[in-house]
């Protein structure tokens, strides 16, 4: 019911990666785990987030959840084959002339504080969206649950949460840097760890 690995480039497109990632799996579990769905990180990103002043990087680089949950909601995200993803600053142009016809919505969607309600929504409904503090010690991951190391933040990151491990106490997170990182593109964090519980969207 997840979707194949994908990797964002060096832009700070993070959340559309994960938002897309958390619905594409949302619609699998709908239609069935055969039902092909691969949604636009680019239509998320270069035209609905550039809307709002978000671009790759520096002052106005990456962007929340809760906007692109609602541009799910309120506008729908075409399909890759209308609008594939180029890693960097891009104007809302690639979209083919039938892409509005071809988007996917969401009814809504809702924030999730507490542990608890974090693993009750993951069983029921399916993957969630997070953030959380990336510390430089995070780009060395390889394999394993991380727990932090180090004090030096580089920034923040935001991936989809398909699953927990209470033997192992962490969450197992798809990422969106290829599948040459960590395991096959995936990894494990701890609980409590950067911050990546303190709140998910499901």
């Not at 949604?39 to 270069?46: Q, T």
């Not at 399909?79 to 071809?102: F, K, L, M, V």
């Not at 999730?112 to 069983?123: Q, R, Y």
């Not at 580089?154 to 989809?160: K, M, N």
């Amino acid at each position: 019911f997840v979707t194949p690995g994908k990797n964002q480039g060096g832009c700070g497109s993070c959340v559309a990666f994960g938002t897309v990632a958390s619905v594409e799996s949302k619609v699998k579990i709908a239609r069935g785990a055969a039902y092909a769905v691969d949604l636009s990180e680019a239509h998320l990103f270069d035209c609905i987030a550039r809307s709002q002043g978000r671009t790759c990087g520096g002052n106005t680089g990456g962007w929340w959840p809760g906007p692109a949950m609602d541009a799910f909601r309120d506008v729908g995200v075409t399909e890759e084959a209308c609008y594939p993803y180029t890693a960097g600053d891009q104007n809302c142009s690639g979209r083919t002339a039938d892409w509005a016809s071809r988007v996917v919505k969401i009814t809504g969607w809702t924030r999730l504080t507490s542990i608890a309600a974090m693993k009750e929504w993951i069983v029921g409904n399916g993957p969630v969206e997070a953030c959380f503090t990336v510390y430089n010690d995070f780009y060395s991951y390889h394999s394993g649950v991380y727990k932090r190391t180090s004090n030096t933040v580089e920034g923040g990151h935001c991936v989809c949460v398909v699953g927990y491990d209470d033997a192992a106490q962490c969450w197992i997170c798809k990422n969106s840097w290829g599948t040459s990182f960590g395991e096959s593109g995936y990894f494990k964090i701890g609980y409590g760890q950067c911050g990546i519980d303190s709140e998910m969207m499901g």
